[in-house]
């Protein structure tokens, strides 16, 4: 096989393992086209937060366990209405027993007691107040901070502005590309668009008392919300 053979067939699975992995939008149109991607991304200022928080707690037996996560759970959730957050703004999972066994070789596995565990998910709408609900937590018996998304009230607007102007985006595109070419756009001949999920969990360190240098990170925190589509555009 000669050099320039060999640089064919490479070039040849390359170009198929190419479109194998990304299957064109356009295919299989036997009329001119042309394919755009529009993209958009938008940095805004957070005013809001979606805590995941849980209690996982041991006892030896289930009754014990179970009471010890109530407990947790109650006096955490005086506190968030001493907070003054809504109690719809509060959803509280069922509880979950598991019984915890300890095995050693050749021996039957022994029953060392239970683990209870139960988790809470709490839109916080007045972010100053994030740092010291989660010290609170922690006081009242929440071990663990699952996930904290920091988000925007005004969320599905921003969603729609970044929608429109990947829309824009693509349409420039192939305007620009069309007149580069001598052509010009006749219409939308396909969209593919798929949902964005502009989502930014953050990790909370577990601290013994608060910090106000924590709190005001939350505060001046910034989500970013992308959307791009995919369109096939039809040329004269």
């Known amino acids: 096989m000669t050099l320039l053979t060999k640089t ?8 198929a393992l190419a479109f194998t992995a990304l299957p ?3 295919a299989d149109f036997d009329f001119p086209h042309i394919e755009t991607t529009g993209a958009s991304e938008i940095v805004i200022d957070a005013d809001m937060a979606v805590v995941n928080i849980e209690v996982v707690v041991e006892a030896p037996t289930s009754k014990a366990a179970k009471a010890a996560s109530d407990k947790a759970i109650s006096q955490f959730l005086s506190r968030l209405k001493q907070a003054g957050v ?16 300890h095995y050693q070789k050749n021996e039957p596995s022994k029953l060392n007691g239970y683990q209870a565990s139960r988790r809470m998910t709490i839109t916080v709408k007045q972010l100053e107040q994030l740092n ?6 922690l006081e009242q018996g929440i071990n663990r901070v699952n996930s904290i998304e920091l988000t925007s009230s005004k969320r599905a607007d921003y969603i729609e502005q970044a929608r429109q102007a990947a829309i824009n985006d693509a349409k420039q595109k192939a305007k620009s590309l069309a007149k580069g070419f001598d052509k010009k756009v ?7 668009y798929f949902d964005q999920h502009p989502i930014q969990p953050m990790q909370y360190k577990m601290a013994a008392q608060a910090d106000s240098s924590v709190s005001e990170s939350y505060q001046q925190a910034q989500v970013t919300i992308s959307d791009r589509v995919d369109v096939v555009f039809k040329l004269k």
């Open 186 to 192: 006749e219409g939308v001949w396909q969209i593919r």
């Open 86 to 101: 809504d109690k719809h703004d509060i959803q509280s999972a069922n509880l979950s027993l598991r019984p915890q066994y």
């Open 8 to 15: 064919f067939a490479l070039t040849a699975l390359t170009s």
């Open 132 to 137: 010291d609900l989660l010290d609170s937590a």
């Open 24 to 26: 064109s939008l356009a």
